[in-house]
């Protein structure tokens, strides 16, 4: 039986505040929990319906009602299991090669769509706006089937980063060069922007080049894509050269 603490605290872990607070975050399913064991997170605990599955020695497993994990579950419909993680401690970091910039993204869907589009295409790094919305966040963690733990995710003042990196900054803009034609930099900053407004006017300053997709449709009904969409098509493009 899981006490009402325990409850209440799990259920909080869908606010960023309280992530913090506990330093914890939660991983849904098998599936995504299985690729946490190849991974440097550390998992406090896991509760599950049937622990057999699993089949783990060295990680406390919990053995719940189907009861209890709808109520500590984010998911409309609960898979078996839920892992109680240690959010990790930032680490140093240096740029890569290509990277995704990211400012301002705001839907949880969107931005673990880009995470699982960034370790398809083996880009190992993510640096992202202070207002970007939390990799921990449940939403974000659910999208990246499992991505998030082979993407490195970085939070930190853009200007300041973009005006010092050795990085091409790279932005997409409806006037800007054909993706089709463009030369890929050798070393890239593929900046990405806010779903609504797209990127700030400060961050557009600091663009060295700008790319489009562009429309092929007659009709000019279409405004624009997706975020995580168009970061799919720039992605197929650039490292189809």
């Given amino acids: 039986m899981l006490t009402a603490h325990t409850i209440k605290v799990l259920q909080s872990l869908d606010k960023k505040k309280f992530r913090q607070k506990y ?10 929990i299985c690729e946490l064991f190849n991974s440097n997170f550390k998992v406090k605990e896991i509760l599950s319906t049937d ?22 579950s ?16 930032e680490k140093p970091w240096l740029d890569k090669k290509i990277q995704l910039v990211l400012d301002g993204i ?21 640096i992202c706006s202070e207002d970007t919305v939390d990799v921990y966040n449940p939403k974000v963690i659910q999208a990246t089937m499992g991505s998030f733990t ?16 050795e990085n091409v ?3 997409t803009d409806m006037d800007g060069e054909n993706i089709y034609t463009f030369e890929k930099p050798e070393k890239i900053n ?3 922007g806010n779903e609504g407004n797209g990127m700030r006017p400060e961050t557009e300053k600091l663009l ?10 007659k009709s000019q009904s279409t405004e624009s894509l997706n975020v995580s969409m168009a970061a799919g098509i720039i992605l197929g493009q650039l490292f189809s050269k």
């Fill in 23 to 32: 330093n914890l975050f939660l991983v849904e399913g098998n599936k995504i």
């Fill in 190 to 192: 593929l900046i990405l």
């Fill in 208 to 217: 060295q080049k700008c790319i489009t997709i562009p429309r092929f449709g």
């Fill in 169 to 171: 900054n790279v932005g």
């Fill in 150 to 165: 082979r993407v490195n995710m970085v939070y930190t003042d853009l200007v300041e980063y973009l005006s010092k990196t």
């Fill in 106 to 126: 705001q839907d949880p869907g969107n931005l673990g769509t880009i995470i699982r589009l960034a370790d398809w295409f083996g880009i190992e790094q993510i």
């Fill in 74 to 89: 984010f998911l409309k419909t609960p898979k078996d299991s839920v892992a109680v993680c240690y959010i990790p401690e």
């Fill in 51 to 72: 622990p057999q599955k699993l089949d783990r020695t060295d990680i406390p497993i919990t053995h719940i009602s189907e009861n209890e994990l709808k109520k500590i």
